[in-house]
Nanobody
């Protein structure tokens, strides 16, 4: 099982960016993909979740209305569309997969150690 992120880089405040997470090696679609981020000196936090089984999603209040997650099942890819980016969104962004496919409704559902597989991370920097 492998997750590969792409799409990070430098963007100005107020700008947009789309991250991609491509999954390989999965034998079923009964899993969820979450995007986490970690800024220097801070804990890793979930910013979205997408359930491939029922398309359920999750966003914390810090990104709700700005970030959107979606999937392209033909490409085994989950996206994170980020709009209205702020300097405080600067972090390394990781995608992670968990079996079975479930997106909890609370931040406490996203303890990083409970997620089974991780990508290598991609840097997102929001700066003028």
């Amino acid at each position: 099982v492998q997750l590969v992120e792409s799409g990070g880089g430098l963007v100005q405040p107020g700008g947009s960016m789309r991250l991609s997470c491509t999954a390989s090696g999965f034998t079923s679609d009964d899993f969820a993909i979450a995007w986490f981020r970690q800024a220097p000196g801070k804990e890793r936090e979930a910013v979205s979740c997408f359930s491939l089984r029922d398309a359920d999603t999750y966003y914390p209040n810090s990104v709700k209305g700005r970030f959107t997650t979606s999937s392209d099942s033909a490409r085994n890819t989950v996206y994170l569309q980020m709009n209205g980016l702020k300097p405080e969104d600067t972090a390394v962004y990781y995608c992670a997969a968990e079996f079975p496919s479930y997106c909890g409704s609370y931040s406490s559902d996203y303890e990083p150690r409970s997620w089974d597989f991780w990508g290598q991370g991609t840097q997102v920097t929001v700066s003028s």
